[in-house]
Protein backbone atom coordinates (compact mmCIF):
# COMPACT_ATOMS: atom_id res chain seq x y z
CA UNK A 1 0.00 0.00 0.00
CA UNK A 2 1.69 3.37 -0.98
CA UNK A 3 0.55 6.23 0.59
CA UNK A 4 -1.45 9.17 -1.02
CA UNK A 5 -3.47 11.88 0.16
CA UNK A 6 -5.72 11.88 -2.70
CA UNK A 7 -9.48 11.04 -1.80
CA UNK A 8 -10.79 7.68 -1.46
CA UNK A 9 -14.13 5.71 -0.96
CA UNK A 10 -14.56 2.91 1.02
CA UNK A 11 -17.99 1.72 1.21
CA UNK A 12 -19.23 -0.26 3.90
CA UNK A 13 -20.87 -3.25 4.04
CA UNK A 14 -22.20 -3.50 7.09
CA UNK A 15 -24.86 -2.05 4.51
CA UNK A 16 -24.71 -4.68 2.33
CA UNK A 17 -26.69 -7.71 1.63
CA UNK A 18 -25.58 -10.25 4.53
CA UNK A 19 -26.60 -12.96 2.26
CA UNK A 20 -24.02 -11.89 -0.54
CA UNK A 21 -21.20 -10.68 0.92
CA UNK A 22 -18.36 -12.21 -1.62
CA UNK A 23 -20.47 -10.65 -4.54
CA UNK A 24 -21.20 -7.27 -2.72
CA UNK A 25 -17.63 -6.62 -2.08
CA UNK A 26 -16.98 -7.71 -6.20
CA UNK A 27 -19.49 -5.48 -7.19
CA UNK A 28 -18.41 -2.17 -5.63
CA UNK A 29 -15.22 -2.58 -6.57
CA UNK A 30 -16.07 -2.62 -9.92
CA UNK A 31 -17.92 0.36 -9.65
CA UNK A 32 -15.20 2.36 -8.18
CA UNK A 33 -15.22 1.54 -4.64
CA UNK A 34 -10.93 2.37 -3.82
CA UNK A 35 -11.34 0.48 -0.22
CA UNK A 36 -13.66 -2.21 1.50
CA UNK A 37 -14.56 -0.90 4.72
CA UNK A 38 -15.64 -4.23 7.24
CA UNK A 39 -17.36 -3.06 10.04
CA UNK A 40 -16.96 -5.80 13.27
CA UNK A 41 -18.65 -5.44 15.97
CA UNK A 42 -19.02 -7.93 19.37
CA UNK A 43 -22.17 -6.73 20.87
CA UNK A 44 -20.06 -5.73 23.71
CA UNK A 45 -18.12 -2.48 22.49
CA UNK A 46 -20.70 -1.19 20.78
CA UNK A 47 -24.66 -2.36 21.35
CA UNK A 48 -24.75 -4.93 17.76
CA UNK A 49 -23.07 -7.66 16.09
CA UNK A 50 -21.83 -8.20 12.88
CA UNK A 51 -19.15 -10.95 12.27
CA UNK A 52 -15.53 -12.21 12.44
CA UNK A 53 -12.51 -13.18 11.45
CA UNK A 54 -14.15 -16.30 9.35
CA UNK A 55 -16.32 -13.76 7.24
CA UNK A 56 -13.18 -11.67 6.51
CA UNK A 57 -11.56 -15.06 5.12
CA UNK A 58 -14.48 -15.81 3.06
CA UNK A 59 -14.47 -12.32 1.53
CA UNK A 60 -10.75 -12.00 1.17
CA UNK A 61 -10.34 -13.42 -2.27
CA UNK A 62 -13.23 -11.17 -3.30
CA UNK A 63 -11.41 -8.19 -2.89
CA UNK A 64 -9.21 -7.42 -5.47
CA UNK A 65 -8.21 -3.80 -2.96
CA UNK A 66 -7.56 -2.95 0.31
CA UNK A 67 -9.20 -4.77 3.21
CA UNK A 68 -9.86 -2.09 6.03
CA UNK A 69 -11.03 -4.22 8.97
CA UNK A 70 -12.54 -1.61 11.81
CA UNK A 71 -12.68 -3.32 15.04
CA UNK A 72 -15.59 -2.28 17.17
CA UNK A 73 -14.55 -5.28 19.37
CA UNK A 74 -13.10 -5.14 23.17
CA UNK A 75 -11.04 -6.33 23.92
CA UNK A 76 -8.84 -6.27 20.75
CA UNK A 77 -5.54 -7.80 21.24
CA UNK A 78 -6.79 -11.92 21.52
CA UNK A 79 -8.07 -11.64 17.76
CA UNK A 80 -5.38 -9.67 16.13
CA UNK A 81 -3.33 -12.51 14.18
CA UNK A 82 -6.81 -14.14 13.46
CA UNK A 83 -8.01 -10.76 11.73
CA UNK A 84 -4.22 -10.71 9.96
CA UNK A 85 -4.79 -14.28 9.15
CA UNK A 86 -7.92 -13.37 7.36
CA UNK A 87 -6.22 -11.22 5.21
CA UNK A 88 -6.96 -7.65 6.73
CA UNK A 89 -4.83 -5.07 5.57
CA UNK A 90 -5.48 -2.05 7.77
CA UNK A 91 -6.80 -3.19 11.27
CA UNK A 92 -8.09 -0.45 13.16
CA UNK A 93 -9.07 -0.47 16.83
CA UNK A 94 -10.74 1.96 19.08
CA UNK A 95 -8.78 3.98 21.34
CA UNK A 96 -11.84 3.67 23.96
CA UNK A 97 -11.60 -0.18 23.60
CA UNK A 98 -9.03 -0.56 26.85
CA UNK A 99 -5.85 0.80 28.51
CA UNK A 100 -3.42 -0.18 26.36
CA UNK A 101 -3.99 1.23 22.77
CA UNK A 102 -0.18 1.87 22.54
CA UNK A 103 0.60 -2.26 22.51
CA UNK A 104 -2.50 -2.82 20.68
CA UNK A 105 -0.96 -0.93 17.36
CA UNK A 106 2.76 -2.68 18.11
CA UNK A 107 0.79 -5.63 17.97
CA UNK A 108 -1.33 -5.19 14.94
CA UNK A 109 1.83 -3.24 13.14
CA UNK A 110 3.75 -6.80 14.41
CA UNK A 111 1.57 -8.85 12.52
CA UNK A 112 2.14 -7.11 9.33
CA UNK A 113 -1.07 -4.99 9.09
CA UNK A 114 -1.55 -1.23 8.82
CA UNK A 115 -2.58 -0.06 12.28
CA UNK A 116 -5.28 2.53 12.19
CA UNK A 117 -6.90 4.01 15.73
CA UNK A 118 -10.79 4.76 15.69
CA UNK A 119 -12.18 7.87 18.16
CA UNK A 120 -15.74 8.26 19.07
CA UNK A 121 -17.38 11.80 18.51
CA UNK A 122 -17.04 12.17 21.86
CA UNK A 123 -13.28 11.31 21.96
CA UNK A 124 -10.81 14.35 22.14
CA UNK A 125 -7.99 14.70 18.57
CA UNK A 126 -5.46 14.45 21.81
CA UNK A 127 -6.08 11.42 22.51
CA UNK A 128 -4.03 10.17 19.53
CA UNK A 129 -1.36 12.97 20.73
CA UNK A 130 0.94 9.66 21.56
CA UNK A 131 0.31 7.63 19.12
CA UNK A 132 1.15 9.30 15.82
CA UNK A 133 4.35 7.24 15.49
CA UNK A 134 2.56 4.04 16.05
CA UNK A 135 -0.60 4.18 13.26
CA UNK A 136 -1.09 4.26 9.52
CA UNK A 137 -4.48 5.84 9.95
CA UNK A 138 -7.04 7.78 12.35
CA UNK A 139 -10.91 6.65 11.71
CA UNK A 140 -12.48 9.97 13.20
CA UNK A 141 -16.26 8.60 13.76
CA UNK A 142 -18.57 10.63 12.90
CA UNK A 143 -21.54 8.73 14.51
CA UNK A 144 -22.02 6.40 17.73
CA UNK A 145 -20.48 3.47 16.30
CA UNK A 146 -23.30 0.30 16.05
CA UNK A 147 -25.12 1.10 12.96
CA UNK A 148 -25.31 2.06 10.06
CA UNK A 149 -27.73 5.07 8.66
CA UNK A 150 -27.10 7.20 11.40
CA UNK A 151 -27.15 11.05 11.19
CA UNK A 152 -23.62 12.41 10.45
CA UNK A 153 -22.31 14.35 13.68
CA UNK A 154 -19.94 17.20 12.87
CA UNK A 155 -16.30 16.76 13.63
CA UNK A 156 -14.85 18.85 11.43
CA UNK A 157 -13.14 21.02 14.18
CA UNK A 158 -11.49 17.67 15.13
CA UNK A 159 -10.32 16.76 11.80
CA UNK A 160 -9.08 20.07 11.55
CA UNK A 161 -6.78 19.72 14.45
CA UNK A 162 -5.75 16.31 13.37
CA UNK A 163 -4.58 16.99 10.02
CA UNK A 164 -2.24 19.95 11.81
CA UNK A 165 -1.21 17.34 14.08
CA UNK A 166 -0.10 15.16 11.89
CA UNK A 167 1.83 17.48 9.59
CA UNK A 168 2.99 15.39 6.67
CA UNK A 169 3.34 12.10 8.52
CA UNK A 170 2.14 9.47 5.88
CA UNK A 171 -1.29 8.94 8.08
CA UNK A 172 -4.77 8.98 6.48
CA UNK A 173 -7.64 10.73 8.38
CA UNK A 174 -10.73 8.45 7.66
CA UNK A 175 -14.34 10.07 8.21
CA UNK A 176 -16.64 7.37 9.34
CA UNK A 177 -20.10 7.41 10.19
CA UNK A 178 -23.31 9.59 7.88
CA UNK A 179 -20.64 10.29 4.96
CA UNK A 180 -22.58 11.33 2.07
CA UNK A 181 -22.68 14.15 -0.93
CA UNK A 182 -23.69 16.86 1.57
CA UNK A 183 -21.41 15.75 4.49
CA UNK A 184 -18.29 14.75 1.77
CA UNK A 185 -17.06 18.13 0.78
CA UNK A 186 -17.18 19.63 4.48
CA UNK A 187 -14.82 17.02 5.99
CA UNK A 188 -12.84 16.71 2.71
CA UNK A 189 -12.51 20.45 3.20
CA UNK A 190 -10.79 19.66 6.78
CA UNK A 191 -8.36 17.32 5.64
CA UNK A 192 -9.63 13.79 5.03
CA UNK A 193 -8.90 11.37 3.05
CA UNK A 194 -10.77 8.58 3.33
CA UNK A 195 -14.49 8.42 3.20
CA UNK A 196 -16.14 5.42 4.50
CA UNK A 197 -20.13 5.08 3.29
CA UNK A 198 -22.16 2.50 3.90
CA UNK A 199 -26.16 3.59 3.41
CA UNK A 200 -25.23 6.39 0.78
CA UNK A 201 -23.39 3.79 -1.58
CA UNK A 202 -25.48 0.57 -0.97
CA UNK A 203 -28.88 2.85 -1.38
CA UNK A 204 -31.07 1.98 -4.60
CA UNK A 205 -28.62 -0.85 -6.06
CA UNK A 206 -28.37 -4.67 -5.43
CA UNK A 207 -25.79 -7.34 -6.81
CA UNK A 208 -28.26 -7.99 -9.52
CA UNK A 209 -28.56 -4.00 -10.31
CA UNK A 210 -25.01 -1.89 -9.33
CA UNK A 211 -25.05 0.71 -11.37
CA UNK A 212 -26.59 2.61 -8.41
CA UNK A 213 -23.85 2.00 -6.65
CA UNK A 214 -20.83 3.74 -8.67
CA UNK A 215 -23.72 6.46 -9.67
CA UNK A 216 -23.25 6.89 -5.04
CA UNK A 217 -19.72 6.47 -5.29
CA UNK A 218 -19.20 9.08 -7.85
CA UNK A 219 -21.74 11.48 -6.34
CA UNK A 220 -19.85 11.38 -2.91
CA UNK A 221 -16.34 11.67 -5.00
CA UNK A 222 -17.33 14.44 -6.56
CA UNK A 223 -18.59 16.36 -3.95
CA UNK A 224 -15.56 16.11 -1.93
CA UNK A 225 -13.69 17.06 -4.59
CA UNK A 226 -15.44 20.37 -4.31
C1 LIG B 1 -20.77 2.39 12.30
C2 LIG B 1 -19.75 1.90 11.28
C3 LIG B 1 -19.80 2.70 10.01
C4 LIG B 1 -21.16 2.62 9.32
C5 LIG B 1 -21.25 3.64 8.22
O1 LIG B 1 -20.50 1.83 13.55
O2 LIG B 1 -18.45 1.97 11.79
O3 LIG B 1 -18.78 2.24 9.13
O4 LIG B 1 -21.34 1.34 8.78
O5 LIG B 1 -22.57 3.56 7.72
P1 LIG B 1 -23.28 4.89 7.16
O6 LIG B 1 -22.39 5.39 6.06
O7 LIG B 1 -24.62 4.38 6.68
O8 LIG B 1 -23.37 5.86 8.30
ZN1 LIG C 1 -16.81 1.56 10.35
Known sequence: MSFDRSIKIAPSILSADFANFGAECAAIEAQGADW???????????????????????????????????????PVDPFIDAFAQAGADIITAHVEAGPHI??????????????????????PAGAVEELLDMVDLVCVMTVNPGFGGQKFIDMTGKVRTLRSMIGDRPIHIEIDGGVDPVTAPMVAAAGADVLVAGSAVFRGGSVSDPAPYGANIRAIRDAAAG
Open 102 to 123: HRTLQAIRAVGAKAGVALNPGT
Open 36 to 74: VHVDVMDGHFVPNITFGPAMCAAIRPHIKGVMDVHLMIS
